[in-house]
């Protein structure tokens, strides 16, 4: 090639099938006449069960099966922890089917097995479950109150895990400053809302007797590792296959879904594939949830606004059950200090049990809400010392040449350090500056407010760790045949694009088009070592291992090249599909090379002949593959983070509030992003743009409306306010490419950081433009007319 | 996220309709079902029997006559929309469909369903309140006339009778000279009114308003006109002060509870911001000459 | 795991009241006897393979459903399959070549990154394209055309690089 593929603007190979409609979701996969799973769900945040009838829904017509808890044999169990921590004791996690008591509103219950989704919900209206409701407290800071109503008897408080980290001295920082700073934020319960739904089907085929499982999942093979556990086989004989997945954000990656464990059970049991596929409201009512915490943060700072020093302390809402363990809390823990130095912090944190559907990581995972607590103190810290926004910032902001900045004693959600790696926050902070150009915007502004016009400026920071280990692997093979490269990872994708970034790194080092490179994820079969996709980790730690894979394989290719060709090494260049001797126009396609390195080779197509053309691939006297060799191009590589590798931005917005309907308008909004080296940036800025939609959902549209008896009120499309394309604004993208000193391709994730600064930008905003209303202060997201409304008339004085 | 059973029948002709409809009271009738089928998919309604209009004969098409737009049974939203006929009677009418849900909703969805189904945020309902329409209904002892002042009772009730059809509704034309206006504010695009206003405004030859109807929708049980709003702008030279005090007055037509989407107290501020705004747009049109 | 043997006396298909439907799916008349309760999406992604058609909320609010019905977008799944008897149905595998080759909305979308999980992609496309046969003159303003896009929910892309497909198409597109 003669153009370098890593860095360009390359369109993605997987659009043609999905514009065409040929995209393989789990519903759209054909199987042989399955059955549909429905669920019974618990109409109570809190209650016993005190009896389950489910005689009426066995006799309907076209039902198969029915199970209650009671019928589940080895899957009557609590399911797994995922990650234990100290900081928790005795964690609960959630039965697929609950006995004894329901925790949130939509725990199954019930699963019927039908002959259609249709009869399934006809039959599961049929079972009768009687319940003595218990009372419950639902908001966070009530259900820590001495005498809340408990989730779990065992939990007094409803303490699910308390931890504090401390990095540096604060305790002898805090009396050396000269102003202080506290505020609380709240940031509200919120949802990932994929477009499609979770699915799973399974079949199973009792000839080989393996299990197939189709899972709409982030994280196939720990979902094969725990199906092939729990029913006790070998894993060789549980294949499951994550297809084309509609979006994921997190969502999609809870081990395990009561759904992902029971319909496997029943296709095992039932001898004939069944399917359950998540409708809208059960994505409402049963997928995890995130977002809710309240943040008392206190900054001491000096008069110059430099901050000494951190206080934050956090309750954090873990919904009915705690399977993820503390990593929301424990990311938007160790995100608090920001970009900024802050060399003391002491940040502590409460998980609380509440009566709702269980909270596990959605895009931002915790950053989004620490990011909105620093922001929001550091815009306070700046009106009370009298400095700019920016220039408070400024002072703060780590420098170049201060990385890495380690915050030594604090351990990231991976249980590794907290190092700041690489950035140059101020040239950020100095080209958002520069688009806002706040001095222009303040005469604008006060030219505005004159004509009762109401303009505000909006501006966050973030930072954010990416790319978590442990590891992600890379097998690259390249065909015989057509000379095409199979690449495979662990890894699934709902939209991200690897196909096509994974092809991008491939092919420049084996000198081949990029549509040649054909990614395979998301199956067990193709390769089954390897994480999930989540935690903006798949660039980073699968993309270096395909990295490293391909450059083994480079390595195999010259060889045999230098071989055939009978050339040095040295001489040997890869491009366009071929190996070519530097400055001559002799070369040996790919497909000639694949073939040559098998010993056996029938002629079967003229790659085969023409590899007879060449020297032999391998020069040794002795047996055709030599001690160690293998044959064919083909090679494994993995990758394994030392710690996590730390990407920024920073968000400004300018926003009009029209105070007689509190409409908030965004009339531009710029975005400075540092991911590191950029595979595509036509991607990045995808995910960034996303991102930033799904940001704004959060600041202004999107919260789980609980009401006291912990009934989800939206628990639909109608009235959970997902933005359409007329509510998000045009967002203009600029990048800086500061390498990541940590891997070989100098990468850092991108996939959640859009979505991390945009409350903390909308609610400086508008709070800037509401001011000389004297509105008070924004410090909860969502910000709805309502709130608007309601700072208003308290500034009217009603 | 699928519907319960029911029975479904496809009637040829109205007779056959109201026959089913008299019949089987659990029935309900199904025209474009883009409020009737949400419900149904969400086991919100299950209705023994869909009585399915779309073949029966004359419930289709728009027409202009008598001083009145007619608007039969099956015509769908975005027909009246884009009808150059129905714009030239009343420009209102396209106004506020831009505001109805989506494109793809308003070209299966039928006006009179909507006006059936009666949402007390709905605008159509609202329009056909504020022109001064009515709907015409069909039953087993033969058509009336049921002015839309009478047929929305309650949010989701009309004052149709179970085994009556209706057939057609009559918005009234544009009275000569007046100007008209609507708007709303919704928290995201084409959802239901937090607050909509529709306001026609006509001036006498001494350039004091006549004629001043102002109705609303999205604030309490059904749409209505704000009889009080309208009293401080009749007669009036709709200036400053009286859009002001018309707006104010309009805040205690608002009973809708606090919801998800709005406070009652900020429901208010929006339907007085949208008085004085809708009529002040509808006054300059009628000054302009439309 | 316990194995059942296959329950032999299970039936294939619900015991709902049935219908003859006759319905013109991207230019073929189809008929079938389906549940009255069937909804069109469900037909054609169970019934007919067509399985471009995606669900995403059957209660009509984010699109992705979207296919022409009598040349005019709607939503799917809040129209009944025997609704649709007697009526031509267009969906997304109607668009692209013989050969594979993308319509111009396709490849508007491909050239301006306009997917990502391409779940909501066909209900947009549906949508744009029953806007561009239409009569009306679309508005290809920014504003315009999100107005033209609200009623598809998009979880992934921002919208904005949807903005711009649609522009680039509507370039693309022979006027009419």
């Known amino acids: 090639m003669s153009t370098r593929a890593f860095g360009s603007r390359i369109r993605r190979t997987i659009d043609p099938a999905l514009l065409r409609g040929e995209g393989a979701f789990v519903d759209d996969i054909p199987l042989a006449n399955p059955l549909h799973a429905a669920f019974v769900r618990s109409p109570y945040a809190r209650a016993r069960i005190l009896s389950i009838d489910v005689a009426a829904a066995r006799a309907h017509p076209g039902v198969v099966a029915v199970y209650t808890g009671e019928d589940i044999g080895v899957l009557d169990r609590e399911m797994p922890l995922l990650i234990p921590h100290s900081s928790m004791r005795d964690a609960r996690t959630q039965r697929p089917l609950a006995k004894g008591d329901v925790y949130y509103v939509g725990q199954t219950i019930v699963m019927v097995v039908a ?106 093979i720990s979902v094969r590792g725990g199906l092939a556990s729990i029913f006790n086989l070998d894993e060789d004989k549980v294949r499951v296959i994550a297809p084309n997945v509609g979006g994921g954000f997190g969502q999609k990656v809870l081990l395990f879904y009561p759904d992902e464990l029971l319909v496997p059970m029943a296709a095992m049991q039932l001898g004939r594939p069944v399917k359950y596929i998540e409708d809208r409201r059960e994505n409402f009512i049963g997928s995890s949830q995130e977002r809710a915490q309240v943040h008392a943060i206190e900054l001491y700072a000096k008069k110059t606004g430099e901050v000494i020093a951190l206080r934050d302390s956090f309750l954090h809402d873990t919904g009915a059950f705690i399977p993820y363990g503390i990593a929301v809390a424990q990311v938007a823990s160790t995100s608090i200090a920001g970009p900024y130095r802050i060399p003391n912090i002491w940040v502590e944190f409460t998980a609380v049990y509440t009566p709702t559907v269980p909270v596990t990581p959605y895009r931002g995972c915790g ?151 054909i990614l395979v994820e998301g199956d067990t079969r193709a390769f089954d070592w390897g994480v999930a996709t989540f935690a903006s980790r798949a660039a980073t730690v699968s993309g270096n291992a395909i990295h490293k894979a391909a450059l083994l394989v480079r390595k195999q290719i010259i060889h045999a090249a230098a071989n055939m060709l009978e050339a040095s090494e040295d001489d040997i260049e890869l491009r366009d599909g071929a190996a070519w001797i530097r400055g001559t126009d002799r070369r040996a396609p790919l497909a000639a090379i694949a073939t040559a390195t098998n010993p056996l080779r029938y002629a079967f197509n003229e790659a085969a002949k023409a590899a007879t053309q060449f020297a032999p691939a391998s020069r040794h006297d002795g047996p055709p593959l030599d001690e160690g060799q293998h044959p064919g191009l083909e090679a494994t590589d993995y990758y394994s983070p030392a710690c996590a590798t730390w990407a920024y931005g920073v968000h400004g917005a300018i926003v009009e509030v029209d105070p007689d309907l509190c409409d908030v308008k965004i009339r531009k909004y710029v975005c400075i992003h540092d991911c590191g080296n950029m595979i595509n940036p036509t991607l990045v800025e995808g995910q960034v743009m996303g991102g930033i939609a799904q940001g704004l959902g959060g600041a202004m549209y999107e919260r789980i409306e609980y009401d006291r008896e912990g009934n989800p009120q939206n628990a639909n499309f109608v009235d959970f306010l997902v933005p359409y394309a007329t509510e998000v604004p045009n967002v203009e993208v600029l990048h800086l490419e500061t390498p990541s000193p940590l891997n070989p391709l100098g990468v850092k994730g991108v996939g959640e950081a859009g979505c991390i600064a945009v409350g903390a930008v909308i609610a400086s905003g508008i709070e800037d433009a509401l001011a000389p209303l004297g509105a008070g202060k924004f410090r909860q997201t969502p910000i709805t007319p309502s709130m608007i409304h309601a700072a208003l008339e308290g500034a009217d004085g009603r | 996220m699928k519907p319960a059973l029911f029975e479904y029948s496809a009637p040829k002709t109205v007779h056959e309709a109201i026959a089913l409809l008299a019949t089987d009271p659990g029935a309900m009738v199904l025209a474009g079902g883009q409020s009737l089928v949400p419900a149904m998919n969400l086991r919100l309604a299950s209705p023994s029997r869909l009585v399915d209009i779309q073949h029966v004969a004359g419930l289709h098409g728009i027409s202009v006559e008598g001083g009145k737009i007619v608007v039969k049974a099956m015509t769908r939203h975005r027909e009246l929309e884009l009808s150059e006929a129905a714009y030239r009677a009343n420009p209102i009418i396209r106004e506020a469909m831009a505001h109805v849900a989506h494109i793809p909703i308003r070209n299966r969805g039928t006006v009179v369903g909507s006006l059936c189904h009666a949402d007390a945020a709905a605008e159509m309902p609202m329009i056909l309140v504020l022109t001064g329409g009515s709907v015409v209904a069909e039953g087993p002892s033969g058509r009336r006339t049921i002015a839309a002042d009478d047929f929305f009772q309650f949010h989701m009730t009309t004052s149709r009778r179970p085994d009556e059809l209706i057939v057609e509704a009559h918005f009234p034309v544009l009275p000569e000279g007046a100007g008209a206006a609507f708007d709303e504010f919704t928290r995201r695009h084409g959802d239901y009114a937090i607050a909509a206003v529709g306001a026609i405004v006509g001036f006498g030859e001494d350039g004091r308003a006549r004629g001043v109807r102002v109705a609303t929708c999205g604030i309490g049980s059904r749409p209505m006109r704000l009889a009080e709003a309208e009293a401080r702008l009749e007669g009036t030279k709709i200036e400053a002060s009286d859009l002001a005090a018309a707006g104010e007055a309009a805040k205690a037509a608002v009973t809708a509870p606090d919801d998800m989407h709005a406070t009652t107290s900020y429901r208010r501020r929006v339907v007085s911001t949208l008085v004085r705004r809708v009529v002040e747009t509808a006054a300059r049109r009628a000054r302009k000459g439309r | 795991m316990p194995r059942a043997r296959p ?170």
């Open chain 1, 115 to 220: 002959v259609d989704r249709y009869t399934a919900e006809d039959a599961a209206a049929l079972v009768e479950v009687e319940y003595e409701p218990r009372p419950v407290a639902v908001d966070i800071e009530e259900a820590v109150k001495p005498g809340a109503p408990l989730v779990h008897d065992t939990h007094p408080g409803n303490v699910a895990a308390y931890f504090v980290q401390v990095s540096g001295k604060p305790d002898e920082a805090i009396p050396e400053a000269e102003h202080v700073t506290k505020i609380k934020v709240r940031v509200e319960r919120s949802t990932a809302a994929p477009m499609e739904c979770r699915a799973v089907a399974a079949q199973f085929d009792p000839v080989t007797g393996e299990l197939t499982v189709w899972d709409g999942t982030q994280a196939p």
């Open chain 1, 367 to 517: 950053r989004p809400q620490s990011c909105f607590a620093i922001e929001r103190a550091m815009d306070q810290l700046a009106e009370e010392l009298g400095l700019d926004r920016f220039e408070v910032r400024r002072r703060n902001l780590i420098a170049e040449d201060q990385f890495p900045w380690t915050r030594e004693g604090l351990l990231f959600a991976d249980g590794l350090r907290v190092s700041l790696d690489s950035g140059q926050y101020q040239k950020a902070l100095d080209m958002v500056s520069e688009k806002l150009a706040p001095k222009d915007f303040a005469a604008e502004q006060a030219k505005a407010r004159a004509a009762g016009r109401y303009l505000g400026l909006g501006l966050a920071f973030y930072v954010e760790g990416t790319g978590l280990g442990p590891y992600e692997g890379g097998h690259i093979k390249v065909h015989p045949i057509t000379g095409k490269v199979y690449v495979n990872t662990g890894l699934t994708t709902q939209g991200q694009g690897h196909e096509t970034v994974f092809a991008q790194i491939v092919a420049d080092q084996l000198g081949v088009a990029v549509e040649d490179v």
């Open chain 3, 7 to 176: 329950r032999l006396s299970v039936p294939s298909v619900s015991s709902d009241p049935r219908a003859r439907v006759s319905i013109t799916v991207n230019g073929e008349q189809v008929e079938r006897e389906v549940s009255v309760r069937l909804l069109l999406s469900d037909f054609l992604r169970h019934e007919l393979r067509l399985t471009g058609t995606h669900v995403g909320c059957e209660h009509g609010v984010c699109g992705a459903c979207t296919v022409l019905i009598d040349g005019k977008a709607g939503r799917s799944c809040l129209t009944f399959a025997v609704q649709a008897s007697g009526h031509e149905v267009r969906t997304i595998e109607s668009l692209a070549g013989e050969d594979g080759s993308l319509h111009p909305i396709q490849e508007a979308f491909r050239e301006c990154h306009a997917l990502q999980c391409g779940y909501c992609t066909p209900g947009m496309i549906m949508n744009i394209l029953g806007l561009f046969e239409s009569e009306e003159k679309l508005d290809l303003s920014d504003e315009g055309i999100r107005l033209a896009l609200s009623g598809n929910l998009c979880r992934c892309t921002g919208y904005q690089n949807i903005v711009a497909a649609v522009r680039k198409a509507a370039e693309a597109m022979p006027a009419g």
